[in-house]
């Protein structure tokens, strides 16, 4: 159900803000239109108001909506192949449904690192669709060979300025050469509403040619790409899991690291000293059975699950900046998981820790975008004139993380946008008495 009050009045809610430790004595939060207005610990008189929704939180906590920084919208229900084969239409539509699943899991931001979602995007703004705000990459840009490029064997050789592939005529992934290419695509993909830019830096699981051990561009390459995003006022995110492809990086001057799940003891020093981002994610085993076993993909996958463990420890030895996402991909099953692998940060983090990674943390890298933030406004916390993106959760997730894992249960109220998308408690009741 969808309500939208000019106001909502949470009454009686324990506020876990996104960044502090411990939730707030009981309190009031007053949201008017799409941002929080007022948070008080005595009451707050709407009377005189027209429009008010007032909901009794009995003591429960009130969280910011959660974030996904690692997100492919248009490829949680669809595969590379189907993808390719299906008519776009189609698609489309499989990922509007996904979004709105995506949303009542209590995700309701989603930074999209590669994939047609411009589309998508749009409607979920426009109210088409109910989904998560959607940080846009556009195509994730790859070489020949690499991460991104879906082509068969028969396709190549390509003539060059030859027809593009079909993946490329989707938008799901482009594939440059040369630091002239990499600019041409990197600026395609602003001119199209990218908020950041997704280079494959290294070889990738999924991907058919790629080996993981590869860098893929060069550092002049990268570069030209850093360079036209920050004309843009944005940054580029990298995929990248060697301690080459990550350094290699770091050098030509990117700021998020995508996975990193095969970094050494030096890299994870660089970028401590740099302040790069880390976006890594405790992927669920179960993702490995999209490939057949002892294939070579099952094979790259196996090698980088064994480096999750490493790769936190890291993170924590350093402090480096890390953010949370899950990477779900080809399964409307698996992405069932997303607030499961959440919960699972719990192997490393305190709860309070990895709550505030996929919420105010996460939200610090979102804003890396600068001027092209599509959603400007605070997001990932409860604090007057942040955008109003808030969960109410029955119990307290910083004694009990395992609450986010099972979100149909135990999110009573979700609301995105200020809007009120799910509502498990009675009726909002419009009088502020009552
Ligand atoms: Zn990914």
């Not at 449904?97 to 995506?102: K, Q, R, S």
Request: charged letters at 20%; hydrophobic letters at 40%; aromatic letters at 6%.
């Amino acid at each position: 159900m969808t309500t939208s009050a000019a106001i909502t009045l949470f009454k009686n809610v324990r506020i876990f803000n996104g960044a502090t430790a411990q939730l707030s004595p009981p309190s009031f939060v007053l949201v008017r239109s799409n941002r929080i207005e007022k948070i008080s610990k005595t009451s707050i008189s709407v009377e005189g108001e027209a429009d008010v929704c007032v909901l009794d939180g009995a003591g429960r906590t009130l969280m910011p909506g959660l974030i996904d920084n690692h997100w492919h919208a248009m490829l949680v229900r669809s595969t590379p192949t189907a993808l390719m084969a299906d008519d776009l239409g189609y698609t489309n539509l499989a990922a509007g449904v996904e979004a709105t699943d995506t949303l009542m899991r209590g995700f309701t931001t989603v930074r999209d690192v590669g994939g047609p979602a411009f589309g998508l995007k749009r409607a979920i703004d426009e109210g088409l669709v109910a989904g998560p705000r959607i940080y846009p990459s556009g195509a994730m840009i790859s070489i020949t060979g690499g991460h991104g490029d879906f082509r068969q064997t028969h396709e190549v050789p390509r003539r060059v300025g030859g027809a593009l592939s079909r993946a490329e005529q989707l938008g799901g992934s482009m594939i440059a050469d040369s630091p002239d290419e990499v600019r041409l695509r990197v600026r395609e993909q602003l001119m199209l509403g990218a908020s950041q830019i997704k280079l494959t830096a290294g070889g990738g699981v999924a991907s058919p040619h790629s080996p993981l051990d590869v860098s893929t561009f060069t550092e002049e390459e990268v570069r030209a790409a850093v360079e036209a995003a920050e004309n843009w006022g944005t940054y580029v995110a990298v995929h990248a899991y060697t301690s080459a492809a990550i350094q290699r990086s770091i050098a030509a001057g990117v700021q998020c690291i995508e996975h990193g799940l095969l970094m050494d003891e030096a890299t994870a020093r660089l970028m401590a000293e740099k302040g790069t981002w880390l976006s890594t994610q405790p992927l669920p085993e179960e993702l490995g059975q999209a490939f057949p076993e002892g294939s070579p993909r099952r094979l790259k996958f196996e090698q980088v699950l064994r480096g999750i463990e490493t790769t936190y420890g890291l993170a924590k030895k350093y402090s480096l900046k890390t953010a949370f996402g899950t990477d779900i991909l080809f399964s409307q099953k698996l992405a069932q998981l997303q607030g499961a692998l959440l919960a699972k940060l719990g192997s490393w983090y305190k709860p309070e820790e990895a709550l505030k990674m996929a919420t105010s943390d996460n939200a610090k890298l979102l804003a890396l975008s600068g001027p092209r933030n599509p959603y400007m406004g605070k997001l990932g916390i409860v604090e007057e004139e942040a955008l109003a993106d808030l969960l109410l959760v029955d119990g307290n997730p910083l004694e009990n993380l395992e609450l986010i894992a099972d979100p149909a249960r135990n999110f009573l109220v979700i609301m995105k946008d200020g809007k009120v998308y799910k509502n498990l408690l009675d009726a909002c009741t419009s009088n502020p008495r009552a």
